[in-house]
């Protein structure tokens, strides 16, 4: 069947520019494919080999890294994951003993001065403290800033998902962390907001509107047209029940919140939820995208799929309808031999949801 000539225009400038230019879909009936750990810059090889000796399956896990934020949404990819580091006082991981490791073994990291952003106080961007601490934003701040000007630049980008893990676990032999407290969780707020601004938010007070509670209003059908939001973030606490209770100690029912939370259906805050494994749970993920909800889940895992090249998870990611797909590799590899790279048809990496917009893919 031959497209109209309108029809076929429209694909194209959907394929060279990443913008879904689809009429009238709501947020909830896209689906996105972006990256995991998506500040994460390569590790120094000398880690990576002092690692391979003292845990060789973390080693493996940790061989893959990202090209910068700006870089990853030129391509068009719509989800980022950022880590942050509770630091008000700044200064707590100025000094990586990941460094002496380098130094140890005879290498250096000449691209890396800790004092013009580790010593400042401020919320960190980084995976895992003293090993894995090379980001190409090591302040969140820095990373919320880069978002504003390329989203400035861009203003007619499609909606951004993005999801906070609050990382406060202690590794034996490693700077120990402070803990996300209530007051801690509540400061991501107050950054994202000093440093993208409120204009650039989609917030669980709009999605909620005149609804008594997030989760009726998602159940409803109230997510906002696409073309109500673009140019905008959706951020997400990607968390434990512990903390996201924390958080909603300081927003209650998530109003003046900046950020969606992973609270299971049946919550009055429950609309955005975090289900890794696609394989296990497709079709509880299709009957939650089919109520409402909007679902993350992963289509590979601790380099896993790419060493053997398998599509499996992602295959059913796609099937599943979840409408965030997160990868490491929307580029092949870099660290081993391997052609597994993630993307839709064609190349690009947003598309009409195939659940709830069948036959449109």
């Known amino acids: 069947m031959k497209l109209p000539k309108i029809l076929l225009l429209s694909t194209l400038l959907f394929i060279n520019t990443g913008i879904l230019l689809a009429q009238n879909l709501k947020l909830n009936e896209i689906q996105v494919i972006g990256s995991h750990n998506s500040y994460k810059s ?19 896990s940790l061989e893959y890294a990202h090209i910068s934020l700006k ?55 980084f995976h895992v403290q003293d090993l894995d601490f090379q980001s190409h934003y090591l302040l969140f701040a820095d990373g919320l800033k880069a978002l504003k000007t390329w989203s400035d630049q861009n203003p007619n980008h499609s909606p951004v ?7 406060d676990g202690n590794i034996p ?6 803990p996300f407290t209530a007051t ?30 997030l989760e009726r209003a998602i159940l409803a059908g109230n997510w906002p047209l696409l073309d109500e939001v673009r140019g905008r973030f959706l951020f997400v606490l990607d968390e434990n029940e512990i903390k996201i209770d924390r958080y909603l100690t300081q927003k209650p029912e998530l ?34 995208v089919r109520k409402g909800y909007i679902i993350r889940t992963r289509a590979d895992s601790d380099t896993q799929e790419a060493r053997v090249e398998s599509y499996s998870k992602f295959e059913k990611a796609k099937s599943s309808g979840a409408q965030v797909i997160s990868t ?25 949801n195939p659940v709830l917009i069948p036959n449109k893919n």
Do not use: C
């Open 161 to 167: 998902f993005v999801l906070i893990n609050a990382k």
């Open 184 to 213: 801690a969780l509540d400061s991501i707020d107050l950054e994202i907001r000093t440093f993208l601004g409120l204009d650039k938010l989609i917030t669980p007070d709009m999605v909620r509107g005149d609804y008594e509670t």
């Open 328 to 352: 490491d590799y929307y580029q092949p590899s870099t660290f081993f031999p391997s052609n597994y790279q993630v993307n839709f048809e064609g190349g690009g990496f947003e598309r009409q």
């Open 173 to 178: 032999g490693t700077q120990p962390t402070l």
């Open 71 to 125: 870089s990853q949404l030129d391509l068009g990819l719509r989800n980022l994951e950022l880590d942050v580091f509770h630091d008000p006082n700044g200064g707590r991981y100025a000094s990586p003993k990941g460094l002496e490791i380098i130094s140890s073994k005879g290498g250096e990291l000449r691209d890396f001065d800790s004092s013009k952003s580790l010593t400042k106080p401020g919320l960190k961007l």
């Open 255 to 288: 109003k003046d919140a900046v950020l969606f939370v992973n609270k299971k259906e049946g919550n009055s805050t429950a609309a955005f939820r975090i289900i890794n494994d696609p394989i296990k749970n497709e079709d509880y993920i299709r009957d939650l």
């Open 42 to 60: 390569g590790m120094a090889p000398e880690i990576l080999e002092y690692l391979s000796q003292v845990n060789p399956a973390a080693s493996k």
